[in-house]
T-cell receptor
Framework: EAGVVQSPRYKIIEKKQPVAFWCNPISGHNTLYWYRQNLGQGPELLIRYENEEAVDDSQLPKDRFSAERLKGVDSTLKIQPAELGDSAVYLC????????????FGPGTRLTVL | DQQVKQNSPSLSVQEGRISILNCDYTNSMFDYFLWYKKYPAEGPTFLISISSIKDKNEDGRFTVFLNKSAKHLSLHIVPSQPGDSAVYFCAASGETSGSRLTFGEGTQLTVNP
């Protein structure tokens, strides 16, 4: 079974530029999460999707961050414009319906904003 | 407001000995707890979990203990192996937060041969 796929793995951009991350969850997993992990910290949730609906986006900085999961499968997270403080690892995770809360993570995208 | 805390940034043990990683939480609404292991340049990998209705869950070399009154959980690895060297994250969730996981800061475990 393929795991959660993310791309790109690494991205370096200058501040004020836009950037997008892509995630393909494990097949059949209806719930998709985007987390941000700062250096030396644990992941923090940005947004959670149940199928194509964003059901928890309270921690998403909506002035510059946006996300979509149009067909309830893969998802894109966008930052526009990026700021220096956005440098972090962006992790995508998915979970099967019915499983209590074991979330499966992708390898992440390491973003560096210069 | 750090609701899940791992107070030890690092832990070093000898191969074959026991590793004990600790985690404290403050939110009494948390009812499910998980441990994840993370290798460099990889995403966290689910290791073991425990529901608040239990005080112990065991899976091979890994055992998680939960002390609800103290709001404390620990992960025991016996015997420790060099391949266990990784960052270990404690995470918690509760009915009021949906399936959002709240993570601790992580503990770097190093198992020396």
């Amino acid at each position: 079974e393929a795991g959660v796929v993310q791309s790109p793995r690494y991205k370096i951009i200058e501040k004020k530029q836009p950037v997008a991350f892509w995630c393909n969850p494990i097949s059949g997993h209806n719930t998709l999460y985007w987390y941000r992990q700062n250096l030396g910290q644990g992941p923090e949730l940005l947004i959670r999707y149940e199928n194509e609906e964003a059901v928890d986006d309270s921690q998403l900085p909506k002035d510059r961050f946006s996300a979509e999961r149009l067909k309830g499968v893969d998802s894109t997270l966008k930052i526009q414009p990026a700021e220096l403080g956005d440098s972090a690892v962006y992790l995508c995770a998915s979970r099967a319906s019915g499983s209590y809360n074991e979330q499966f993570f992708g390898p992440g995208t390491r973003l560096t904003v210069l | 407001d750090q609701q899940v805390k791992q107070n030890s940034p690092s832990l070093s043990v000898q191969e074959g000995r026991i590793s004990i990683l600790n985690c404290d939480y403050t939110n009494s609404m948390f009812d499910y707890f998980l441990w994840y292991k993370k290798y460099p340049a990889e995403g966290p990998t689910f290791l073991i979990s425990i529901s608040s209705i239990k005080d112990k869950n065991e899976d091979g070399r890994f055992t998680v203990f939960l002390n609800k009154s103290a709001k404390h959980l620990s992960l025991h690895i016996v015997p420790s192996q060099p391949g266990d060297s990784a960052v270990y994250f404690c995470a918690a969730s509760g009915e009021t937060s949906g399936s959002r996981l709240t993570f601790g800061e992580g503990t770097q475990l190093t198992v020396n041969p």
